[in-house]
């Protein structure tokens, strides 16, 4: 399945219409409607706003595949759940990876806390405006209800656990 496929059926499986959808988003409805037929890339942002609104985890749009390539194919990024399917946890762990020089995007807010531990390669964090880069083996825990957004600005691929809360 699709990312445009899964945010469909999710969304449907939740009674949402497009419009409620956008309402809880502030994303367009043309754009969601884009996204569902598999016509536009989803930005980490939007995605995050789009699977708090239907109150998912952003790695069930990626759990179809472990496979690197398809997200390859899509997106600058992928997720692999880490959760083993367990769905009544009070966090999340996921695996995220993203490609070199890309995913820049702006902060927003959600819910809960995240916890980032990176593996390897540099990732770039801005926090409330405040730049910052973790290298391997460094990690933060940030309120995820302080404006926040994370991004590879290097030229190597980033890859890194994020733990977050529900």
Same mark, same amino acid.
């Given at each position: 399945? @699709?990312?445009?496929?899964?945010? /469909?059926?999710?969304?449907?499986?939740?009674?949402?219409?497009?419009?409620? %959808?956008?309402?809880?988003?502030?994303? *367009?409805?043309?754009?969601?409607?884009?996204?569902? /037929?598999?016509?536009? =890339?989803? @930005?980490?942002? #939007? %995605?995050?706003?789009?699977?708090?609104?239907?109150? &998912?985890?952003?790695?069930? +749009? +990626? *759990?179809?595949?472990?496979?690197? *390539?398809?997200?390859?194919?899509?997106?600058?990024?992928?997720?692999?759940?880490?959760?083993?399917?367990?769905?009544?946890?009070?966090?999340?762990?996921?695996? &995220?990876?993203?490609?070199?020089?890309?995913?820049?995007?702006?902060?927003?807010?959600?819910?809960?806390?995240?916890?980032?531990? &990176?593996?390897?390669?540099?990732? @770039?964090?801005?926090?409330?405006?405040?730049?910052?880069?973790?290298?391997? @083996?460094?990690?933060?825990?940030?309120?995820?209800?302080?404006?926040?957004?994370?991004? =590879?600005?290097?030229?190597?691929?980033?890859? +890194? %656990?994020?733990? #977050?809360? %529900?």
């Amino acid at each position: 399945m @699709t990312i445009g496929e899964i945010l /469909r059926k999710t969304r449907k499986t939740k009674k949402m219409t497009l419009k409620s %959808l956008s309402e809880k988003t502030g994303v *367009s409805i043309s754009f969601l409607s884009q996204v569902e /037929r598999d016509k536009c =890339n989803v @930005t980490l942002e #939007s %995605l995050r706003k789009i699977s708090d609104a239907l109150n &998912v985890n952003p790695s069930i +749009f +990626f *759990s179809e595949s472990k496979d690197e *390539s398809f997200g390859e194919k899509i997106f600058p990024f992928y997720y692999e759940d880490l959760s083993n399917n367990i769905t009544q946890a009070s966090f999340h762990p996921i695996l &995220v990876t993203l490609k070199p020089k890309e995913n820049v995007g702006n902060e927003f807010t959600h819910y809960g806390h995240e916890f980032i531990y &990176v593996i390897k390669g540099t990732l @770039t964090i801005s926090l409330e405006g405040k730049i910052t880069e973790l290298h391997a @083996t460094d990690s933060m825990m940030l309120e995820s209800t302080r404006h926040h957004y994370w991004w =590879n600005n290097s030229e190597e691929e980033v890859q +890194f %656990l994020l733990v #977050s809360t %529900l």
